[in-house]
């Protein structure tokens, strides 16, 4: 580079360099401090803190301020702590971590305190004023411990301090120090501290020769790992990261494993991070002993390639052999521990998946902010709608995983009239997935629009099979929530997919999901409007629970309205039910409206119905949802 260019671009790459790793040390801190404020959130279930829980990203703003703060006043005389020293030296990043990680939890802990102890005030004032309130005064009372805190210290143990940040081990030429050297620098990972840097040596230390057969990929005999994800795990997002990692790992630089994986702060990989640079070291030990490796050469830069260092070092293809058999041999180590470290993110999504099957069951989810990912269950919808986006866009193949089943639905007489599409996700690690859940996530990570435009295709396309199988014409009842409403090219995609499988606009109703309060923006009624003048009939779902939408029905010729089951399960019984119903059919046969009971379960139900009058049925009385193969079946036995 030097003679193609000239000395200069040393500069340039420094400042890239040095901006970089400034931006990581930063973004750890706060990383690791908000990780921090979701864990504590995720212990404080109770519903008196929805809405008033701390903000994951103060807390890691917080940290981040306490650890600068902490060690730019800590050392006044040496120099080591101005800011940009704090932020980009190695050797502080293990102290602002730690102190960054004290200070959010005093932060947080300060923070419920005062939502508990004025818990009337602070609710009296509106969201905006009481939040801040609720940011700021804990964020200050921290900052004066901060201050407090280092003052004191410095008063008391300043000349100490100045030597904790590095921790003298000599080693050197001795196989007890040799391994000391090892196991400290390796340990130190775990916690985030660059190990190499922390350590002080002794000059005639070898640190080349231990590095280049225990450290392939950096401290941790990282390559190892990464080699045994690809091999054995079955973790999507870590054979991702580990692919990523290769790269750098080839240069000894483990940060893209380490903090990715991640294997910092991971109990999991504890042992095998610490234990196989021990055993590869006493590998290459023997090796050394036996005469079979000897050391030629150790001009080179840590940062030399893999298998090319240990050729360089020994000068010798035995020295490459060895490199490889260690190698294996670290993979063999980290094997075992990359299928356990798969199990527990396994068992852990599994955990938020049934907290949040039972929080959305429970009907408080809407109080819950899933998109900003702050508990486990905002993680688990970002990890579900991330699955679902690759199957949408066309980056899995979709094996019948997501697909469409259909519920026949009947006149008085068992006649099929009509089908609804419902949506099916056989998720493997879950199973099936309830589809409100599969729309409220899909809802809270922004692919609502695609998700509804397949469905609609998918029963565009089966509307038409069984209108060419069936010489007559079925009509498919289409869910979409209120929120898809806002989609502006909904209409639109609905007339182009009819005219594409040459589908009558008539056949295809469009069932309006949720208690609604539709028709306050522009685009909802748009599409709601242009549907309509397309000829596609609306219904609307779940009618006689939440908000009534009498007001809508006159507004855009609403063809059916679908009874909610909840009236109909206790119909038989309760006569409170049964007098709702009898209403909703009165106002239905005075506007020329078709009404629908759905969850008709029992032949009893369906006798008071029958007496009620005129309507269409739906419900395991007759069918449970079907598989269309099995549904056109059903259709051709009850036409
Ligand atoms: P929904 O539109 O009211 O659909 C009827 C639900 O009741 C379906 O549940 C169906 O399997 C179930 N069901 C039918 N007959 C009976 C019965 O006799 N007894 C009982 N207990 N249940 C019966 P499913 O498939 O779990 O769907 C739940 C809801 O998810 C649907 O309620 C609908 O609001 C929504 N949904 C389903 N598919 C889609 C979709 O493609 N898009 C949108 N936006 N929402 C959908
Ligand atoms: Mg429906
Ligand atoms: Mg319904």
């Known amino acids: 580079m030097s003679l193609i260019i000239n000395e200069n671009w040393r500069s340039l790459f420094n400042g890239i360099y040095s901006s970089l790793y400034m931006s ?30 701390v903000s994951p990203y103060m807390v890691g703003f917080v940290g981040l301020i306490s650890a600068i703060a902490f060690t730019s006043v800590l050392t006044i005389e040496n120099v080591v702590g101005t800011f940009s020293n704090v932020i980009i030296a190695a050797n502080w990043t293990l102290v602002a971590v730690v102190v960054g990680i004290i200070f959010s939890e005093l932060y947080i802990k300060i923070y419920y305190r005062m939502l508990d102890a004025r818990k009337n005030v602070i609710n009296s004032y509106e969201r905006a004023v009481r939040q801040s309130i609720l940011a700021i005064v804990p964020a200050v009372l921290t900052m004066v411990a901060v201050i407090g805190t280092v003052l004191i210290i410095n008063s008391l143990y300043f000349s100490k301090i100045n030597t904790i940040q590095n921790i003298t081990i ?56 990464i080699v045994a994800v690809l091999l054995f795990s079955k973790n999507k997002y870590s054979k991702k990261i580990s692919k990523i990692s290769i790269g750098p790992s080839f240069f000894n630089i483990n940060e893209t494993i380490t903090y990715g994986l991640p294997i910092l702060f991971n109990p999991v990989y504890v042992i095998p991070l610490t234990v196989t640079p021990i055993i590869l070291y ?27 260092n240990s050729y360089r070092l020994t000068g010798s293809f035995s020295g490459v052999v060895l490199q490889i058999i260690n190698i294996i041999v670290g993979v063999v180590i980290y094997a075992p521990f990359v299928r356990i470290a798969d199990n527990m993110s396994k068992y852990e999504r599994r955990d938020a998946y049934e907290t949040l099957k039972a929080t959305v069951f429970s009907g408080k989810f ?27 866009d066309g980056r899995r193949k979709n094996d019948g995983e997501l697909y469409l089943e259909y519920q026949p639905q009947v006149n008085k007489l068992g006649k099929v009239i009509g089908v609804e599409a419902l949506l099916r996700w056989n998720y493997g690690e879950f199973g099936y997935i309830p589809p409100n859940i599969i729309i409220l996530i899909a809802e809270e990570v922004g692919i609502i629009y695609s998700l509804g435009k397949w469905v609609a295709r998918q029963a565009i396309q089966q509307a038409s099979v069984w209108n060419n199988e069936l010489e007559s014409t079925v009509e498919i009842s289409i869910n979409i929530s209120t929120k898809q409403l806002s989609d502006d090219s909904f209409a639109i995609y609905i007339k182009e997919m009819l005219a594409y499988y040459s589908v009558q606009p008539s056949a295809i109703k469009i069932e309006i999901t949720e208690s609604f309060a539709i028709g306050e923006d522009e685009i909802t009624k ?13 219904v609307i779902d779940d009618f006689g629970v939440g908000y009534n939408p009498l007001l809508y029905i006159k507004k855009y010729n609403i063809e059916c309205i679908k009874i909610d089951g909840s009236l109909i399960r206790d119909i038989d019984k309760n006569e409170e039910s049964k007098n709702i119903v009898k209403s909703v059919y009165s106002l239905c046969e005075a506007t020329g409206i078709i009404v629908m009971s759905e969850f008709v379960e029992t032949e009893k139900q369906k006798a008071v119905l029958d007496e009620i009058g005129e309507g269409y049925y739906q419900g395991y009385l007759f069918s449970e949802p079907l598989k269309a193969d099995e549904c056109l079946r059903y259709i051709k036995n009850n036409i």
């Open 24 to 53: 990581t040390k930063v973004l750890i801190i706060i990383s690791i401090c908000s990780e921090l404020a979701k864990m504590r959130v995720n212990e404080k279930q109770d519903v008196k803190y929805l809405g008033n829980n």
């Open 170 to 225: 000599h080693g050197g030429n001795g196989f007890y120090n040799d391994m000391k050297y090892i196991f400290i620098k390796n340990a130190l990972w775990i916690v985030g501290g660059h190990g190499g840097d922390l350590i002080v040596h002794d000059q005639s230390f070898n640190r080349l020769y231990v590095d280049t057969f225990t450290n392939m990929g950096g401290a941790g005999s990282t390559l190892c790992l």
């Open 282 to 308: 006493i590998i290459a030990q023997c090796a050394f002993a036996l005469g079979m490796i000897e050391i030629v050469n150790t001009d080179m830069s840590w940062t030399y390639p893999v298998l090319l």
């Open 366 to 392: 809407e109080k819950l902010d899933l998109s900003s990912g702050a508990d486990n269950m905002g993680e688990i919808s970002i990890f579900l709608g991330e699955e679902l986006k690759e199957i949408l």
């Open 526 to 538: 748009n599409q709601l409007l242009l549907l309509t003048e397309y000829g596609v009939k609306l």
